[in-house]
């Protein structure tokens, strides 16, 4: 399968393309986000603590490669596509927004000095996969560079959220903007400076959910 660049823009390497995943695989990750589902949290960047935001609104599931074949052939390809091993990624999350839902202005990355940091480092990439046409709404905005990216099947782009010290990069500020009407759901993936380890406690939790 070829990937299409459809435009880039240098400030943050951002990289809008299409024909990382068919719109069949997008179907089947979109089923397999709606069965695992939970409230969105966000870790907090001085506790470390992950809590229920109302700055981000959706829901999320983060189902484990090994559960799943083509979770596990789309961090491959992940990795392929910008040249980082799988090891640095964060477990894949499929996120759901509907009308009203939405993600906040933020940075994905962390400031110096986060207890996030000492697992794997900052967070130097994302990769955002849309996996449905957004009736209106739910664009992906980048204010400093201003830039909107409208999510559309089979879709994608890649960025930098850190510079070349791997602080915090101001370009990369970004909002998942208010879903208006319709549904939206993405895979988003954030690649980490060294390798992730998955904390156990999550896959503890996963492995008992599947068994019970
Ligand atoms: O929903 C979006 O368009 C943005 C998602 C996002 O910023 C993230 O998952 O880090
Ligand atoms: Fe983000």
Redesign the pocket.
């Known amino acids: 399968m070829g990937v299409k660049i459809l435009s880039v823009n240098d400030s943050i390497g951002l990289v809008h393309f299409r024909g990382l995943i068919s719109d069949k695989e997008c179907s089947e990750l979109i089923a397999i986000g709606g069965s695992n589902a939970e409230p969105s949290e966000v870790v907090d960047g001085v506790s470390g603590v992950s809590h229920q935001t109302p700055g981000r609104r ?1 829901m999320v599931a983060s189902p484990a490669a090994d559960s799943y074949p083509i979770i596990e052939e789309l961090k491959h390809r992940i990795a392929c596509f910008v040249g980082i091993a799988e090891e640095h990624q964060e477990p894949l ?1 499929i ?1 759901h ?1 509907t009308p009203g839902g ?2 906040d202005i ?1 940075y ?1 990355s962390f400031l110096e000095g986060a207890p996030q940091l000492k697992n794997g480092g900052n967070r130097m990439l ?1 990769v ?1 996969l849309y996996l449905n046409d957004v009736e209106e709404g ?4 980048f204010p400093h560079i201003m830039t909107n ?1 409208v ?1 559309s099947v089979g879709t994608g782009i890649l960025f930098r959220n850190t510079d070349t010290q791997n602080l915090q990069l101001r370009e990369s500020l ?4 208010p879903v208006v009407e319709g549904e ?1 759901w ?1 895979v ?1 993936v ?1 690649i980490r400076e060294r390798a992730y380890l998955v904390p156990l406690v999550n896959r503890t939790t996963e492995i008992l959910r599947r068994t019970l």
């Open positions: 959706s999350q996120l927004y939405a993600y933020h994905d994302t955002l739910g664009w992906t905005q990216i999510p970004h909002a998942g903007l939206k993405i988003s954030w």
